[in-house]
């Protein structure tokens, strides 16, 4: 089975897979979804890190250090960020952490890359603007993408006969034009969620 | 005299480089520090591998030659035995001021 969803907060996605644990269904791999097998036993707990690494070797070296100490490596790639973690020893941890500083800083890792993409966003758009590839004033007035003329002239049925036909157009054509403004926030957004996780979580104990 | 802004080292980073006075790779060390510790202190992967990472940028440890790929074997810089003994000696003057005034806070020495 296969869903999509996405997270910012990692204890609610942990919550959502060892739900999802409790119904028979273990988490096999992720891409852009969520893929699940079903399985029969339920007694599963699925906790998750985030980083980035630079080589094989290193990441070898994390799965191989999470094994050792009962932990199965179940999703997640050396440049994916999330890191899926299954426990598979009994008696073991019952967590991946085990103090509330190395809990808190998986959200600054996170929050330190999507400020990468926003400002790798930025870094893109700026040009694109100032060389005039991109008209900026369609983000201020996107009427311009409508090229119907008289358009916002006409009332009534005519109006909107002509407004709804030609909407799938000017969205095609804003398509391009919008498409780093909206990256570039929801990045920010992304960033100002992970950091109020980073603070939340380093500041009120969740142990 | 200006105090090294490490100090004081978190009891989890004192006992990794007390562990690491002699090479171990990363369960070596979740275990060594559990029997250092009396079982006080229990490491999970995702927190030592934080420290692991944390000590290297600082040149507190560094990677040692090791047979296995899969784990490496991490040791002891000269700049983390000298942190370790600051902190030592951080220590030990609190273990001194606290035997001067133990009667006074009815403490047995």
Redesign the interface.
């Known amino acids: 089975m296969r869903k999509f969803r996405f997270y910012i907060d990692l204890e609610k996605e942990e919550k959502w897979l060892n739900e999802m644990a409790m119904q028979g269904w273990e988490l096999t791999g992720k891409s852009l979804q969520y893929e699940f097998r079903k399985m029969t036993s339920k007694e599963t707990v699925v906790?998750i890190?985030y980083?980035h690494f630079k080589t094989k070797?290193d990441f070898?070296?994390?799965i191989?250090?999470?094994r050792?100490?009962g932990?199965a490596h179940i999703a997640g790639t050396k440049t994916a960020g999330k890191q899926y973690f299954k426990k598979i020893n009994r008696g073991g941890?019952t967590?991946?952490?085990?103090?509330v500083p190395?809990?808190a800083?998986?959200y600054k890792r996170l929050s330190d890359v999507c400020l990468w993409a926003a400002i790798s966003c930025m870094v893109f758009f700026i040009p694109l603007i100032t060389t005039k590839a991109i008209n900026s004033a369609v983000l201020l007035n996107p009427k311009l993408l409508y090229f119907t003329p008289g358009l916002w002239e006409k009332t009534g049925a005519a109006f909107w006969q002509a407004f709804l036909f030609e909407t799938p157009f000017a969205v095609m054509r804003g398509a391009g034009w919008f498409f780093f403004p909206i990256m570039i926030i929801l990045y920010v957004v992304f960033v100002l969620k992970a950091q109020k996780l980073y603070r939340r979580t380093r500041d009120g104990s969740l142990f | 005299m200006r105090r090294n802004k490490h100090l004081p080292l978190t009891e989890?980073v004192y006992y990794i480089l007390l562990a690491l006075l002699e090479p171990a790779h990363?369960?070596l060390i979740?275990q060594k520090v559990e029997e250092l510790s009396n079982g006080e202190v229990?490491?999970?992967?995702?927190?030592?591998?934080?420290?692991i990472q944390n000590l290297l940028k600082l040149k507190f440890i560094r990677p040692v030659e090791s047979d296995d790929?899969?784990?490496?074997v991490y040791a002891i810089t000269e700049e983390g035995k000298e942190i370790l003994r600051l902190d030592f000696e951080r220590m030990k003057h609190m273990i001194k001021v606290m035997e001067e005034n133990g009667d006074k806070a009815e403490v047995s020495i």
């Open positions: 906790k890190d980083r070797d070898e070296e994390y191989t250090l999470f050792d100490s932990w941890d967590d991946i952490f085990s103090d190395s809990k800083a998986r | 989890t990363g369960y979740m229990r490491l999970a992967a995702g927190t030592l591998y934080g420290a790929s899969r784990r490496k």
